[in-house]
């Protein structure tokens, strides 16, 4: 790797991160508003640090409570996620302390959670769900996926239903009783893959994020559905979700916000975020990184990326209204090779990439000429190999807006082998 990499608004470094500008806060949308009072003012959520020592005397005694009736019950003897329950450890009182949690420290409802819990476990089969072919190749990484990680760690699992608008692929998947109670079991196996990653220890990463996808989302056919999945995960699932975001929030979301919020406690509203269409990428990178973040979404992972080890880390930076940023990535020698990614969240705008020669008298290359990125666009991936030493020149004109736009760019310059 060999490249140093002036900018127009500011210095670029390869796989290191830029100054991030906070991007201004849309207008809030009628939809945004009817959520803010659905929630009740709900404060915004703060995860458990899971500390003993930062409970208080009544939740550390409530905690040994729930351990004493524990203790007494036929499930004295009782593990989770591969955890003793009383096995007399930190792993087991992050465990106790979620049902806790989600009880409000109320121990005879924790108890009567944790032991609901433990049954349904052992009767859905949810120990040893990861490793089995429940027959959904085609769903995967499409319906509901792990990928990535946000900005503190937490793994973030992608939920996606508007494939569900054909017919024909309803009727396949929920079809009759049988058919959605092999979804289910589906979907719980994709939860319980995320579950493996989490530490259960105190002050480590004990939940994840969800990311749902409400483009194209056939509300009505997906009710029951989408009820025994909230029901199900609220259920068996406590605390085990430290943000909920909602993307491409259509007009129609407080209906179906009023469908399933009558499944869901305070505490679970108040991890919501809500995205409507166009802001995703602005959301998104407020908590996720842009090499996590999958390029439909506009970030810059894609599938093929996930074989190869993490993520190549991604510098951010902002398009401001009415504004034109050159990238410049220069150093680069004669027969060296530099590879790019760049995305800008919810493009229409202009792009191009030149490569311009050190040497006086040579002509500047258009490597792409200039052209107009559609709203939905994916990240861009391409590569040139230099005859001879110059920079590189990456340009996105905003200046037909007066919107402020996100971005992410990342590059890697390979020198030639050859002498």
């Not at 990861?130 to 503190?152: N, W």
């Not at 009727?171 to 109670?181: I, T």
């Not at 050159?326 to 590879?339: K, L, R, S």
């Amino acid at each position: 790797m060999d490249a140093s990499s002036p900018m127009s608004l500011q210095k670029a470094t390869p796989f290191q991160d830029l100054p991030q500008a906070s991007p201004k806060p849309y207008r809030k949308s009628f939809v945004t508003t009817l959520m803010e009072a659905a929630t009740l003012r709900t404060p915004s959520f703060k995860e458990d640090t899971y500390f003993i020592s930062h409970l208080k005397s009544s939740e550390k005694k409530a905690l040994q409570e729930l351990k004493d009736k524990l203790s007494a019950s036929e499930a004295s003897d009782s593990s989770m996620w591969g955890i003793p329950l009383l096995g007399g450890d930190d792993k087991a009182d992050v465990i106790l302390l979620k049902f806790l949690r989600a009880r409000d420290f109320r121990v005879g409802d924790a108890l009567n959670m944790l032991l609901k819990c433990l049954a349904w476990r052992k009767e859905f089969g949810a120990d040893n769900i990861t490793e089995q072919d429940l027959g959904f190749k085609e769903l995967e990484g499409v319906i509901a996926y792990m990928q990535g990680y946000d900005k503190e760690g937490h793994p973030v699992c992608y939920n996606a239903y508007g494939v569900f608008r054909d017919k024909e692929m309803y009727e396949r998947v929920f079809g009759d009783e049988e058919k959605l109670k092999k979804f289910l079991k589906w979907r719980v196996q994709v939860l319980e893959r995320g579950i493996k990653l989490l530490h259960f220890k105190p002050g480590g990463v004990n939940s994840i994020i969800q990311v749902t996808d409400l483009k194209d989302m056939p509300k009505k056919e997906l009710r029951v559905a989408s009820n025994q999945i909230l029901s199900l995960f609220q259920d068996n699932y406590p605390e085990m979700v430290a943000r909920k975001i909602f993307i491409n929030v259509p007009w129609y979301f407080s209906v179906l916000y009023s469908m399933f919020s009558p499944f869901l406690t305070q505490r679970t509203k108040s991890k919501f975020v809500i995205s409507k269409e166009g802001n995703v990428a602005e959301t998104l990178y407020k908590f996720v990184r842009p090499e996590d973040i999958p390029v439909q979404y506009g970030g810059l992972s894609r599938p093929s990326d996930l074989q190869n080890g993490p993520p190549k880390p991604a510098s951010e930076f902002t398009v401001k209204g009415g504004e034109k940023v050159n990238i410049q990535i220069e150093g680069i020698e004669g027969g060296a090779t530099i590879t790019w990614d760049i995305v800008v969240g919810g493009w229409d705008l202009e792009y191009s990439a030149e490569f311009v020669p050190v040497a006086e008298g040579s002509y500047t290359i258009a490597v792409e000429k200039p052209r107009k990125i559609g709203a939905s666009e994916e990240a861009i991936h391409n590569s040139y190999t230099s005859k001879e030493a110059g920079k590189m020149v990456l340009s996105v004109d905003n200046t037909a807006s007066r919107r402020k736009k996100v971005a992410a760019y990342r590059y890697i310059v390979r020198k030639s082998s050859t002498v």
